[in-house]
């Protein structure tokens, strides 16, 4: 492999309880044909969407509380605590509530805090979904890996004459070193790392409004889809990625295109 790879790895993100904030970090460790570690673990139903977590299969993103719709969902701070499942939740720096989604005391103390912070946008009683084994609450059902081209980025905020934070994209890897739109004609290609970590592009990610919301106010304040349609005939940005062969991966390290 080069010891200068042009594509590196600016940033890492796991998203623990779909549509609520992300979390970076500083390195993650992969497994072949496995999701993200830590990602999309809990979903938050809104009403009963028939999800049976004994036999799951995939719902649309509708069926849960999540930022296209519940865009104030921006305005928490979450933490999450893999080995004791513990999930803290900060409302404008005060504690919200903490619960222990490992236990359904745990969940049910997360869907109450909810019913009280979303009161008018509830089809029917939240309720905090765990993924079984071999499943998360992916918007794809191929979204293992979602990789964010920060060069595209850039090329919106031109698009709307605006800053635009990359965190509106709600990726888990962020790359650097790609030219704007590079990603979208990868797919099929394959991404290495030095520690043997390869990734195979699979398809792109079509952007809704999610992006949209201003990820730090809650804010709806841009039309990045209408953007992405206007100036590409599309609204794709991003690409999802399966895991061909699992390891580390950090923040800073390089990435090869193969294949």
Known sequence: MSPNPAIRI??????????????ALESAELETSGYFPGDRLYAIEN?????????????????????????????????????????????????????DLGTEEGRAAL???????????????????????????????????????????????????????????????????LSPWEELD??????????GVRLKITSR????????VDPQTGQRDLAIPKALSDHLGHADCGVYAEVLAGGPLRAGDGLRVIG
């Open 47 to 99: 009403g009963p969407s028939g999800f049976n977590e004994v036999v799951p299969r995939h719902l649309p993103k509708v069926a849960y509380l999540m930022l296209m719709r519940n865009e104030a969902l921006a305005r928490l701070r979450t933490r999450f605590d893999d080995a004791t499942h513990r999930l803290t939740v900060e409302e404008n720096g005060a504690l919200a509530v903490e619960a």
């Open 111 to 177: 869907a109450a805090f909810m019913t009280g912070f979303l009161p008018q946008e509830l089809r029917g009683a939240p309720r905090v979904l765990s993924s079984p084994p071999g499943y998360r609450f992916t918007d794809s059902r191929t979204g293992y890996v979602s990789l964010i081209n920060r060069a595209s980025v850039a090329a919106i905020e031109d698009f709307v004459g605006a800053p635009v934070d990359p965190l509106r994209f709600r990726g888990n890897l962020y790359l650097d070193g």
């Open 205 to 212: 990610t079509v952007r809704c409004a999610a992006t949209n």
């Open 186 to 195: 990868m797919v099929g290609r394959v991404l290495e790392a030095g520690d």
């Open 10 to 23: 600016a940033a890492l993100y796991r998203y623990p309880v779909k549509g609520l904030s992300p979390e």
